[in-house]
C-alpha cells in the first residue's frame, strides 16, 4: 500500500477533490500554507494500492497545471526582511509537490 501526498494550489483543489471523488480515490484534504508567497496552499492524503499510484499522478497531473503570476513588491516594514524583494516579480504557482510514501500498516477505526 502507498500513501500519496499532493500539495497543490488552493486554485486546483475542487477541480482535483472532484476528479478524485469521480476515479474512485478517497482522499483527506488539509488546508495549508505556502512559504515564499504565503498564499493558500491544499495538502491531500490519498491510500491506495501500489498498482494505481500512476492512474493517481495522472489524476493530479491533468488537474493541477503551473501557471506565472507576477506580485507585486513587498514592503519591509509589513513583513519581515527575510522574505523583502523590492520590485515586481514573476513567479511559478500551481501544479503539485507529489510525495510517495511506503505504508506499513493501514487500519480504519
Avoid at 502507498?2 to 488546508?31: E, P, R
Avoid at 497545471?65 to 516594514?77: C, D, E, G, L, N
Amino acid at each position: 500500500m502507498k500513501m500519496v501526498i499532493a500539495v497543490v494550489h488552493d486554485h486546483d483543489a475542487q477541480d482535483l477533490m472532484d476528479a478524485l471523488n469521480k476515479a474512485g480515490f478517497k482522499a483527506t484534504k488539509m488546508a495549508s500554507t505556502g512559504g515564499f508567497l504565503r498564499e493558500g496552499n491544499t495538502t491531500f492524503m490519498v491510500g491506495t494500492d501500489a498498482e494505481h499510484v500512476e492512474e493517481l499522478i495522472e489524476i493530479i497531473k491533468e488537474n493541477c497545471k503551473s501557471r506565472k503570476k507576477t506580485i507585486a513588491p513587498m514592503s519591509p516594514v509589513a513583513n519581515s526582511l527575510d522574505s523583502y524583494y523590492s520590485f515586481p516579480m514573476e513567479v511559478q504557482i500551481g501544479g503539485a509537490t507529489v510525495f510517495i510514501l511506503n505504508v506499513e500498516q493501514f487500519l480504519k477505526i
